[in-house]
């Protein structure tokens, strides 16, 4: 059974940058998508961005496209989060789970997640 084990977390001013890590084991040929999923106090958790982990397609959810940029080694054990621009939006506890990528119309996508072992996260909070 895949799990992850995310790391990088940090404080930061808002502007700031931080690269977050996902540490991989048991990665199967099955699991076609990992992803960045995030938590803040009080909000349910949502999709960051996701990546493909046989072609090169990467996926964003609106509120960090432009900003962050996801990527993986060739190894498929470790998928990064490069997090540029952050604001106090972005303040949350950030999680690596399998994703599930469904397109509605032209380019227009969903990100979602059956995964259920979550792992601890990691911790961003951004504040000046």
């Known amino acids: 059974q895949v799990q992850f084990v995310e790391s990088g977390g940090g404080l930061v001013q808002p502007g700031g940058s931080l690269r977050l890590s996902c540490a991989v084991s048991?990665?199967?040929?099955?699991?076609?998508?990992i992803g960045w999923f995030r938590q803040a106090p009080g909000k349910e958790r949502e999709a960051v961005s996701c990546?493909?982990?046989?072609?090169?397609?990467?996926y964003f959810s609106d509120s960090v496209k432009d900003r962050f940029t996801i990527s993986r080694d060739s190894a498929k054990s470790t998928v990064f989060l490069q997090m540029n621009s952050l604001n106090v939006e972005d303040t949350a506890q950030y999680f690596c789970?399998?994703?599930?990528?469904?397109?509605?119309?032209?380019?227009?996508?969903?990100?979602?997640?059956?995964?259920?072992?979550w792992g601890r996260g990691t911790h961003v909070a951004v504040s000046s």
């Open positions: 048991g990665f199967t040929p099955g699991v076609h998508h």
């Open positions: 990546i493909s982990m046989s072609e090169d397609y990467t």
């Open positions: 789970a399998t994703c599930e990528v469904t397109f509605h119309g032209g380019n227009h996508y969903r990100l979602s997640t059956s995964f259920t072992s």
